[in-house]
C-alpha cells in the first residue's frame, strides 16, 4: 500500500500535462490525479493554436473572391460576419474541451477543476480546501501574455482577449514584433480590421532568418498592414471616459490570471502616441509583447523549487526540479514554447520516471511554422546563425508561384537551404510560401536524419509545385 495518494500529481491540463496523466495512467498502471483551474486543453486548444488556426483559415478567404474572377469565376465579396464565426468557434473549443476530459476520465485520471499550488515536496493543495499527496509531482501550468509596466496598460488587450471579444474593432494598434503579434496582424488584416503594428526593433519576427522575414514584412506591408519598425508606445489614453456614457464593456472574470480582462474592444477610443511622434487613435490596442511562466503563488520556491529568468522553473534534461519528486514541462520551463515540444516532454518524463528508461529530452531540429500570410516554415539553423558557426553554402530561390501569377497578384515565395560547407548536411530550411507548415513538416523529417545536399538533389522533383524548388537549386548563390 502506497504512502501517498497517488503515484502521480499533475498540475495543468494543457497538451502536456494531460498527455502525461493520461499516459502514466492508463499505460503504466499508475494512480494519477490531475488539476486544472480553467478549462482542459490549455493554451493550445482553448487561447492559441486551434483558435489562431480557425481565425487563420477565416481571414484567407478575404482574397479568394478576387482570385477567383482572376480564373474566370463570376463571384462577388462577401462580407465577414464574425458573430457567426465566434459561435462556432466556441462549439468547437467546447468540444474539443470535452475531448480532453473523456481522455483522462477514460485512462482513469482523477481529475480536478481547481487551482493547485505546492505544499510540500510530495503535498499539492487545491484552492477547495482538498490537500492531496504523491510520490511524483508534474508541474505543466503553461505560461500567459504580458502587459508591459505602462501608465494604462490595461486599456489594451492581450492575445486571450481576442477570443472573447464580442465584436471586431474597425481600427487596431497590434504593438509587438515576434510571430504572435506579426500572425494576429495576418489575420485581423484578412478579417477587415485596420490593422497599424508597432516593433520597437528594426525588423520583425527575430530570431528567424533574416531573408525570411524580410519576405514577409514586404508582403504584410503590400497587403495593407501599417507596420512600423523602430517604433514603440510612448504614452496611451482614453480619447474620452466612455464611463460617463455608461459604455464601458462588461469585465470577463480571468479564472487563470486573477483580475479582469475585456471581451473585445471598449467603447471610445484609444489615443497613443509613438516614439516616431505620431499620435493616433485606435479602436483597439494589442500587447503581443510577451508572455511569462505561470509559476507566482505556486508554493514553488517554498518548496526548494528553483525559478529562472521571467519565473521559469529550472530543470535538467529530464526535466526535474532541483526537487527529486517535482518534474516540469512545457511553457513554465521557458526552454522551446511549442505544444508538440509540451507533449514530447510529457512522454519524456512516463518513460524516465514510470518505464524506468531514463529519456532526455531532444530539443534539437524542431520544425516549426509561423502563420502570417504567407506563411513561414522553418527548421535549424537561419543563415547567420550557422555562418557564425562554421562555413556555409546558402541555396535560395524567390519567385512568384503560378496560382497567384496567373491572377496577377505580386505575392513571392522563397526556398532556401543552408548547407554545411565540411559535412554537406543541410544545416536549416526555410520556406515563406502558401502551406508553409505542411511542406515543413516533410523537410524536417530529412533534416532530422542528417540528409545531406546531394540527398535533396537525387530526390526527383514533382512538377508543378512550389516545393519542386527545394530539390533543383543546384548551385549556391552566396557563401559565408
Not at 482542459?40 to 473572391?65: D, H, N, Q, W
Not at 462577401?78 to 480532453?100: C, H, I, M, P, S
Not at 528553483?306 to 520551463?333: C, F, N, W
Not at 543563415?383 to 558557426?389: I, L, N
Request: net charge negative.
Amino acid at each position: 500500500m502506497s504512502d501517498f495518494d497517488y503515484d502521480l500529481f499533475v498540475i495543468g491540463g494543457g497538451s502536456g500535462g494531460v498527455r502525461a496523466a493520461r499516459v502514466a495512467a492508463g499505460e503504466t498502471g499508475a494512480k494519477v490525479g490531475l488539476a486544472e483551474m480553467d478549462r482542459y486543453g490549455g493554451t493550445c486548444v482553448i487561447r492559441g493554436c486551434v483558435p489562431k488556426k480557425l481565425m487563420v483559415f477565416a481571414s484567407e478567404y478575404a482574397g479568394m473572391p478576387a482570385e477567383a474572377r482572376a480564373y474566370g469565376w463570376d463571384i462577388g465579396d462577401g462580407v465577414f460576419d464574425w458573430a457567426a464565426f465566434r459561435g462556432k468557434l466556441n462549439t468547437e473549443l467546447d468540444r474539443l474541451e470535452g475531448v480532453y476530459r473523456k481522455l483522462l476520465s477514460g485512462s482513469g485520471v482523477d481529475s480536478f477543476d481547481a487551482r493547485a499550488r505546492l505544499k510540500d515536496a510530495h503535498t499539492v493543495e487545491l484552492s477547495t480546501g482538498e490537500v492531496k499527496t504523491a510520490k511524483h509531482i508534474l508541474i505543466a501550468s503553461g505560461g500567459r501574455p504580458v502587459r508591459p509596466d505602462m501608465p494604462n496598460a490595461e486599456l489594451g488587450m492581450v492575445s486571450d482577449d481576442l477570443f472573447h471579444m464580442e465584436r471586431l474593432p474597425k481600427s487596431i494598434l497590434i504593438v509587438g514584433g515576434g510571430y504572435i503579434a506579426c500572425e494576429f496582424a495576418c489575420i485581423l488584416h484578412g478579417l477587415g480590421v485596420e490593422v497599424t503594428q508597432y516593433y520597437r526593433g528594426a525588423q520583425i519576427l527575430r530570431g528567424f532568418d533574416d531573408e525570411a522575414r524580410g519576405l514577409i514584412a514586404d508582403a504584410m506591408k503590400e497587403r495593407g498592414i501599417d507596420l512600423h519598425t523602430g517604433t514603440n508606445i510612448v504614452e496611451m489614453h482614453r480619447s474620452h471616459d466612455p464611463r460617463e456614457e455608461g459604455l464601458e464593456a462588461a469585465p470577463v472574470e480571468d479564472k487563470q490570471y486573477g483580475g479582469d480582462h475585456h471581451a473585445g474592444p471598449s467603447d471610445g477610443a484609444i489615443r497613443v502616441k509613438a516614439t516616431n511622434g505620431n499620435i493616433r487613435e485606435f479602436d483597439a490596442v494589442l500587447f503581443a509583447t510577451g508572455r511569462a511562466p505561470n509559476t507566482a503563488d505556486m508554493g514553488l520556491e517554498e518548496a526548494g523549487v528553483t525559478l529562472g529568468r521571467g519565473g521559469a522553473i529550472e530543470v535538467d534534461d529530464y526535466s526535474q526540479t532541483k526537487v527529486p519528486s517535482v518534474y516540469a514541462i512545457g511553457d513554465v520551463t521557458n526552454r522551446v514554447n511549442l505544444t508538440p515540444v509540451a507533449i514530447r516532454e510529457g512522454m519524456a518524463f512516463v518513460e524516465t520516471v514510470f518505464r524506468g528508461n531514463p529519456t532526455p529530452v531532444d530539443h534539437a531540429l524542431i520544425p516549426s511554422a509561423v502563420f502570417t500570410q504567407p506563411e513561414m516554415g522553418t527548421i535549424g539553423l537561419s543563415e547567420e546563425a550557422a555562418a557564425e558557426q562554421e562555413e556555409i553554402e546558402v541555396y535560395c530561390t524567390s519567385f512568384r508561384p503560378m496560382q497567384t501569377a496567373f491572377a496577377d497578384k505580386s505575392d513571392r515565395v522563397l526556398m532556401k537551404l543552408i548547407v554545411s560547407k565540411a559535412s554537406r548536411r543541410v544545416l536549416g530550411c526555410h520556406i515563406v510560401a502558401p502551406g508553409a507548415g505542411e511542406m515543413i513538416q516533410l523537410a524536417g523529417i530529412a533534416i532530422k536524419m542528417g540528409a545531406t545536399k546531394e540527398d535533396f538533389d537525387r530526390t526527383v522533383a514533382v512538377h508543378p509545385t512550389m516545393s519542386e524548388e527545394m530539390v533543383t537549386m543546384r548551385n549556391p548563390i552566396r557563401t559565408a
